[in-house]
């Protein structure tokens, strides 16, 4: 072989690996700007000779579950498993019915819960889901996901993740990235699934979280359920519940809603490069449409921050190849 | 080289083997029954042909700090940088010289701190340590760490954590378990030094938590201390801890005091092989000798259920060679 065709041979192998490898990334990712600065932030920081390197220690990710790594319409999935709860508990309860929280939440009357605004709501759905152990609540929670059907997809609610964030967490750890979720969703409802869907372990969700006491019940330790919310992890509850739990500042957060927005100014003000990313709900053949109108999942200030600041909006229309893996 | 021969060598190379492996395992613990137990639980719920077998994923081992893994006399450390707090704080605060826990605390008048009990000295020192942002007071307990020395050592506090917990946390993680702190004393206060000393990062090192307030300031987003005390990470709160941050039963967990009494109860009620021990505070001449009539650390309720349900309880003076790393 002469030397200009090994030489040949040589370059075209390295073209072969690199676009291999680059295909390989996020492959439900389309091509384009999006995936790009992705890709390139993380090469930025994981490169040890790049100005913006960050040691794998502090490679903190944090995400958003509902709406971000799974869907949230046309409710949020916990919110109907505790108003079934909610249900279920009424025959023993007669004195519900004259709650106006629960006549508006069983009549499915939106302008009347609008009205009420969220506190008897969620006191009241509180209430209907307090009283039992956290392993009683933890198998009644594992039932109700098994059984349960999604309104549109006709699919257990744990198929509704997307596969292009799953993707992104497993490309982040596999940069050494540690990856939490960082949901207003109660952690108990997350924990169950979360380790086989994101590849996230229970230590590694933090969301909002109800009261529980522990007593001694039949000679055996045990934590029961309290009628109270103990942590609100919401808009400018997020970064309290970072700071408690990870306890350092994350360099990449990934939303898609106003109950978002602290979380990532909060990641975007550190100092070095940071990831701030939304993912915006436009494609409602595939899932569905939604931002600064909708009662779930507000997204307006968020999205208004987004363009001035220059953080990156996923539309999931244009940059996802397919949203869900049951999608052909 | 005769058959017998060969079966001869092979023999001895495997008791070199083993010996060499056994002194490597744990080397500041002394050979006896404390040592015995931990390695043979260890192996116990490591190999995949025991019937004690657990899975990686649920080996989480719970370690308290203060009097577990590093000394906590003649006061709790954090207290003592509290307290120091406090009085430089003071000359902004005339109205406290009328307020009987803080002349009770810089007189250090123990008679009149038990009379007062704890909400009101709790509340003080909350106070004087609030009001800054979440950065401001790292800073200010890093450079305490730094420049304070113990009364009794003459050394950095942080000199003063225990070798053998140091070697068995780190036996433990080689062996697949993930290692948490659970501990009475502020996350914050132990996480600038925890992942040096233990090898514990600071998303595992759960902990009582002040009240913290996003807001915005000067356009930058940051947490600010609130004087209030949003949980108590001691005594029936471990075990919340615990299920909060981990979500997930321990099968170890290490304490030395009552306060670790429930975090013992609830790790050792699990199915299947668990194992619950408590450091028992026995060597007055290479550290502190105390237990159930001691204000700080008192051990009396926990070494009686010890002694009940076979706990492990380590003399530190029989069963370690050595406590601190500074030991000659």
């Not at 439900?28 to 600065?37: L, M, V």
């Not at 209907?128 to 009683?136: H, L, P, R």
């Not at 750890?173 to 590849?199: D, L, Q």
């Not at 001035?308 to 949203?323: C, F, L, P, Q």
Request: hydrophobic content about 40%; glycine content about 6%.
């Amino acid at each position: 072989m002469s030397r200009a065709l090994r030489t040949g041979a040589v370059v075209l192998c390295f073209l072969v690996l690199v676009s291999t490898a680059s295909a390989q990334t996020l492959p439900s990712w389309k091509a384009g700007d999006t995936k790009a600065a992705i890709v390139t932030f993380v090469q930025a920081v994981t490169d040890r000779k790049s100005k913006d390197y960050v040691a794998p220690g502090d490679r903190i990710a944090v995400f958003d579950n509902d709406g971000t790594l799974w869907s949230e319409q046309p409710l949020y999935f916990q919110f109907l498993f505790m108003l079934d709860q909610l249900k279920a508990a009424a025959p023993q309860h007669p004195e519900w019915n004259d709650n106006p929280a629960f006549k508006a939440l069983v009549a499915h009357d939106r302008e009347a819960l609008a009205k009420l605004g969220q506190k008897p709501i969620l006191e009241l759905l509180a209430l209907a889901n307090s009283g039992m152990t956290v392993g009683e609540y933890d198998r009644t929670i594992r039932d109700w996901l098994a059984k349960q059907r999604h309104p549109k997809f006709k699919r257990p609610y744990t198929d509704l993740v997307y596969k292009p964030m799953q993707e992104l967490l497993a490309y982040l750890r596999a940069n050494g990235f540690r990856t939490f979720i960082v949901s207003g969703g109660a952690v108990e409802f997350m924990r169950p699934w979360a380790e086989k869907a994101y590849g996230i372990p229970p230590e590694q969700v933090i969301g909002s979280q109800q009261e529980v006491k522990f007593e001694m019940k039949d000679g055996k330790p045990v934590l029961t359920r309290e009628p109270k919310f103990a942590f609100i992890d919401d808009g400018p509850g997020k970064p309290v519940g970072i700071y408690r739990h990870i306890g350092k500042r994350p360099i990449a957060a990934f939303g898609n809603s106003d109950g978002d927005l602290q979380m990532l100014q909060v990641t975007a003000a550190g100092e070095g490069r940071r990831l701030a990313l939304l993912v915006h709900h436009d494609d409602a053949d595939r899932e569905f449409a939604y931002d600064r109108q909708s009662q779930i999942g507000r997204l307006d200030k968020a999205l208004d921050e987004a363009k001035a600041n220059n953080w990156i909006v996923v539309s999931m229309k244009s940059d996802w190849k397919r949203i869900f893996a049951f999608e052909q």
